[in-house]
């Protein structure tokens, strides 16, 4: 099967935080899709080695932030490269709380706050299917 046509799809870049009371954890993720408008709903994909997918289990609420082409590269060195489990991605980044989530705005296009309905195993990524809550 030839799966050059995969690379032709077009992703935007997304800015994914969430805690479970205890520790703080986010990433950067390409996948964010509108599933509803009515009572709306989105999904997010996110590997299952990354230790975000863990917390976010925990907790079952997120902020996803939508990056735009202005982003401090800071914030993508910290979020696309080091792991929430061993470091505090947060340290020195401006966030704002909502939710008791910390929400990065600073150099965003908007974000979202969201609570998870289902989970979808899809091998080596777990969907979060949630509704918007702000």
Same mark, same amino acid.
Request: glycine share 2%; proline share 1%; hydrophobic share 35%.
């Given at each position: 099967?030839?799966?050059?046509?995969?690379?032709?799809?077009?992703?935007?870049?997304?800015?994914?935080?969430?805690?479970?009371?205890?520790?703080?954890?986010?990433? #950067?993720?390409? =996948? /964010?899709?509108?599933?509803?408008?009515?009572?709306? #709903?989105?999904?997010?994909?996110? $590997?299952?080695?990354?230790?975000?997918?863990?917390?976010?289990?925990?907790? $079952?609420?997120?902020?996803?932030?939508?990056?735009?082409? $202005?982003?401090?590269?800071?914030? #993508?060195?910290?979020?696309?490269?080091?792991?929430?489990?061993?470091?505090?991605?947060?340290?020195?980044? $401006?966030?704002? /709380?909502?939710?008791?989530?910390?929400? #990065? =705005?600073?150099?965003?296009?908007?974000?979202?706050?969201?609570?998870? /309905?289902?989970?979808?195993?899809?091998?080596?990524?777990?969907?979060?299917?949630?509704?918007?809550?702000?």
């Amino acid at each position: 099967m030839d799966l050059s046509s995969l690379e032709d799809i077009s992703y935007g870049m997304y800015l994914i935080t969430t805690s479970n009371g205890k520790e703080d954890a986010g990433c #950067i993720i390409n =996948t /964010l899709t509108q599933i509803t408008s009515k009572n709306p #709903i989105v999904s997010v994909s996110i $590997n299952k080695n990354n230790y975000t997918n863990k917390i976010l289990k925990e907790s $079952n609420k997120f902020a996803v932030s939508i990056i735009s082409e $202005n982003i401090d590269p800071q914030v #993508i060195s910290k979020f696309g490269y080091l792991s929430s489990e061993k470091e505090n991605k947060f340290e020195n980044i $401006n966030y704002e /709380l909502d939710n008791k989530i910390k929400v #990065i =705005t600073d150099n965003m296009c908007s974000y979202l706050t969201c609570e998870v /309905l289902n989970i979808i195993d899809a091998e080596t990524h777990d969907i979060f299917i949630a509704r918007v809550e702000s």
